[in-house]
């Protein structure tokens, strides 16, 4: 009997610790793939000179991507400068707790 509770133990804790390394792969991949996404954002806008279509191009695929994506202008003429601010949330499975998350740049 001692042998079978032992194993039950042995078991539960290997399941418990699965399921915790399971939740960090998640969690590490959405912050890659949001990392990534960033990235592609500021690198558009500098390309594009920050052009009105392209940042409400970048607003929208954000928002189909579950992200909240915040551009701010700042100079005028040939001075422009942009903060890019992206949030984003990640809900640990089975808890329900839930975690913001946001990327700072800045695009020149």
């Known amino acids: ?48 000179y920050f052009d009105e279509a392209v940042m409400e191009d970048c607003r929208r695929k954000a928002e189909r991507a579950g992200y909240d994506l915040d551009i701010r202008i700042y100079g005028s003429g040939n001075e422009k400068d942009a903060k890019v601010s992206l949030v984003f949330r990640y809900v640990i499975p089975l808890c329900g707790i839930e975690k913001t998350y946001e990327i700072e740049g800045y695009s020149r």
């Open 1 to 48: 009997m001692r042998v079978i509770i032992e194993h039950f133990i042995t078991f539960l804790l290997l399941l418990i610790f699965i399921w915790i390394g399971i939740a960090y792969i998640i969690q590490n991949v959405l912050y890659s793939s949001a990392r990534e996404f960033h990235g592609a954002v500021v690198t558009q806008l500098e390309n594009s």
